[in-house]
């Protein structure tokens, strides 16, 4: 019998918070049970700590300047997930798989690009997918482009017309789930994607009574929080006191709560339907959420609280156990197929792990590569008028079980690169890296910048030519 694959998923959603990480004080006991009877996998990290890069990404087991997607798509960028490439959906489909998708999709054009007036009344960076080669193998669809609003949110299935449910997104993207599971039956395998938004910002945005669980809780900020300069990952300072940032913490800890009980209905339906012991089931994220720590908010930056994210899965074949093995966003899809026993695309750029995963792999020398470029059409726009590719700029890591080695190039057309190493296992809040101005300055780094130059070449990304560029002078 062909496995079943349900692959739940939220943005903005940092490793750290949830129960078992012993990290966050939040409160996860159904997300804590299913990774106490599943494997928890502490080395997850983003493709690129950017909503779009990483969907595109683990779709379809590119990286994200392969899948063309290298930051969000919104106005004025003409960016979406390449219809050319094998992805989840389109290969669970050429496998017999009833397929779905659920949430968030935020891979498509925003519909204003090609109307002030879209029929479907999208807004800003939000879109209707029509059937076809746009949902990349996904028949069975409820979904928007980008928007935040999570008290009201809307959907679309197989028209223009709007749903409007006025519930909270999870609530009502996990009734849409349940339904889903409750129409299976055993002649045919399925795989659905249920991606939900929060805890991604507004942070405000959460029921009360999940809310309420906060209110009155001793919530103590992270030690390398800095109110110095706060800002977003986009540049703008952030006008915060202790106070803002300890509220917004608390409404973000209680949307995760929320989610936590969404995805207990979630195990109880698998369960009442007698569908658990063939399902493979996989709970993660996007990218993380900074909250403060170094001075940041949201994402996009190198930090673990950032490309730290979820991934506890749970199923057949698996026993209870931890995983060390880094798992990049690029290896998710060969890592479901191998799980699944489906063929495996040669085309592939990521590396399955589920071996790792399987055997609960300690110390291996497994290695994720993370990109981050411009993104902002101002960035964009300073690019384009200087004659360089924003693609071939921004910072480069790669992430090990103990070391985090960045080169970062910044924003700026003519840079010069900085190099940074982290020790997660003697500094995990990341407060003193190494800075380089050379790899040859340390043995570990020297090491570490061979292998990511390994995939900055295998991946052609023209990140090489800073470089090559500081190499020869």
Known sequence: MQKNLLFVFADQWRRHAMGCAGADPVETPHMDRFAAGGVYCRNAVSACPLCSPHRASLLTGLQPLTTGVFTNCKPGLAMKLREDVPSLGTILKENGYNTGYIGKWHLDEPEIDRTPEPESGARAWDAYTPPGAGRHGFDDWCSYGAWDAHLDPHYWTDSPAQIKPGKWSP??????????????????????????????????????????????????????????????????????????????????????????????????????????????VVLSADHGDM????????????????????????????????????????????????????????????????????????????????????????????????????????????????????????????????????????????????????????????????????????????FWMHVAAQESA
């Open 291 to 462: 909250m403060g720590s170094h001075g940041l908010m949201a994402k996009h930056v190198w930090y673990e609280e950032s490309i730290n994210i979820p991934f506890v899965a749970a199923g057949p074949g698996l026993l209870p156990g931890r995983c060390d093995t880094v798992i990049g966003g690029a290896d998710i899809l060969p890592t479901l197929l191998e799980w699944l026993e489906l063929p495996v695309p040669e085309s592939l750029e990521g590396t399955s792990r589920f071996a790792g995963i399987r055997q609960h792999t300690g110390a291996d020398d497994s290695a994720a590569y993370i990109c981050a470029c411009p993104g902002s059409k101002a960035f964009l726009k300073m690019f384009r008028e200087a004659g360089k590719d924003p693609k071939d700029f921004g910072w480069r890591a790669l992430r090990t079980q103990r070391y985090t080695y960045v080169i970062d190039v910044g924003y700026e057309p003519d840079p010069v690169p900085r190099r940074y190493l982290y020790d997660l296992e003697k500094d995990p809040y990341q407060f003193a890296p190494r800075i380089l101005n050379s790899a040859g300055e340390d043995p570990i780094a020297q090491n570490l910048e061979k292998r990511l130059l390994g995939c900055i070449r295998a991946y052609h990304d023209g």
């Open 171 to 280: 609530e009502y993207e996990t009734d849409r789930a349940i339904e889903f599971l409750q129409r299976q039956t055993p002649e045919k395998p399925f795989g659905l994607v249920l991606s939900w938004n929060p805890p991604h910002s507004p942070y405000d945005e959460v029921p009360e009574q999940y809310l309420a669980r906060y209110r009155e809780k001793e919530i103590p900020l992270r030690e390398n929080v800095c109110f110095d300069s706060l800002h977003c990952h986009t540049g703008e300072p952030m006008d915060m006191t202790p106070a803002d940032l300890l509220k917004k913490t608390r409404q973000y800890y209680a949307a995760v709560t929320g989610l936590d009980e969404q995805f207990g209905r979630l195990l109880d339906a698998l369960d009442r339907l007698g569908l658990r012991e063939n399902t493979c």
